[in-house]
């Protein structure tokens, strides 16, 4: 972390609850450039397509998963 960042983060910490509750609007309000913003959205859905690598994704495939498991559950 820069010394920057760092400074920053302790000037943080004495902020009252009111006080962070202002700074975080006001950080949410900062637009990023497009390119940091794809880039984050990018790292996001490649880390969740590793973590659910294994989940089918198609709706039609789920129903039918579901359909099966309602016929198997009403022979019991």
């Not at 880039?39 to 859905?45: G, H, N, T, Y």
């Not at 989940?55 to 998963?65: A, D, L, N």
Request: proline share 3%; glycine share 2%; net charge negative.
């Amino acid at each position: 972390m820069s010394e920057q960042v760092q400074s920053i983060v302790e000037a943080v910490r004495s902020l009252d609850a009111t006080q962070r509750r202002e700074l975080t609007a006001a950080l949410a309000a900062i637009e990023l450039p497009e390119s940091d913003a794809s880039d984050s959205r990018k790292q996001l859905v490649d880390s969740i397509r590793g973590k659910y690598r294994h989940i089918p994704t198609s709706s039609e495939s789920f129903m039918s998963r579901k359909m099966e498991e309602t016929v198997q559950e009403s022979r019991l």
